[in-house]
């Protein structure tokens, strides 16, 4: 690739920085020439999955460069500070300083671990996101937020850490299972729903090529899709409004999956079911129609997402249970519950006025009796 040939798009938000689409992983190396002049070391940080993958692509660009690879085992445990104090020594040995630049090659977990590695090293150091899923594509690698867990919760511990750039090579979604290709769908469908209501429709006719991993039409799938996350974090970087929109169904999905214990459902499937609870609490509000859910569900089921709990005793107890583990979402403001509603397709709005009981009748919606 020679590099205008790939128009990135631009977070245009404190500090900007390029996301470019469609961009071949050997081409990265020619891009840093001409944008960090005094760089000399790279250290990617990736899994061995990705790579054995990936890793010679990407290095194949480097060769100007002291390229270092850090191994992190695959997994969302990873995200931890154990590992993290593990990648500092490792990186220290390897004369990392604060002149090194960080490439973070997989998915959304080493997207958020490399990123906050990244943002506390040295008090910080230069970062680039090279996503290789569908979820760390349309959604992770942008907008600066990185993180690690901690025994309290999930990403605990993390920062706004804006990255030089994102880099996205659709060609590496060509060896991603199935089952990860759904986490990024769910919250792709999840962007349309917000933002597009141009994209919902897409999803709805383009099923065949979608499922057959027609490369066109799954550059115009990732390429709409981040876009919309792109605009929304562009307007709202630190979350003081509207980036709050991108979590629609995640109150439902992530008290699902905590109920389950983080077994048998994957966060795909958590925010899937989420999407449709939300959908019958904004019909509630008279925000949304039955013939609205049905399409929702529709999409959905169309690409193997599934709209309802069908086994409750999973849960172990009632619907109850999961209204009480919403209690701990991070988006709640004194006591209050703040979910967000679809409003028809296309748009979503922030709402405090939801009642439990209300949120009880969209949790007993989407179990199968
Ligand atoms: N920072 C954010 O804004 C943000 C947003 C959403 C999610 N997240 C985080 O993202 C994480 C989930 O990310 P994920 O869904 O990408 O999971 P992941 O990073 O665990 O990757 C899933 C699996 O796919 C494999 N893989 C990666 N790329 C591959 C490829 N091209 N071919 C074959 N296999 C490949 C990985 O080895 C891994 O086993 C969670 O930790 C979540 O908290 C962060």
Redesign the pocket.
Known sequence: MSLPECQPIEVTADKPYPVFLGAPLEALGEYLHTQFKDLEHVLIIT?P??AE??AERLKKGLLDYRVNCLMVP???NE?SLERLSQLTSAALRFGTDRHTLVIAL???????LA?FFASIFMRGIRLIQVP??L??QV??SI?G???VNHPAG??ILGAFYPPQAVWTDFT??D???WL?VE??LA?SIKHALIRNSGLFKFFETQEDNLKQRNPLTWREMVTRSSTVKVTIVSQDEREQGLRALLNLGHSFGHALETGMNYRGVT?GQGVSIGLVAAAYLAKAKGLMTMTEIDRIKGLLSLYGLPTQIVDITLVKQDPQVLLELMKADKKNQGGRKILILPQGIGRAVISKECTDLEILEAWKQVISA
């Not at 997989?106 to 958020?112: A, E, H, N, R, S």
């Open positions: 899994n999955v990705v993958l990936y695959a997994g969302e995200k997989g998915g959304g977990v080493i997207g958020d990123g290789t899923t979820l760390a959604d992770s907008g937020k990185v993180a999930k990403n590496t979604l060896s991603l299972p990860e986490n990024g919250e966060h």
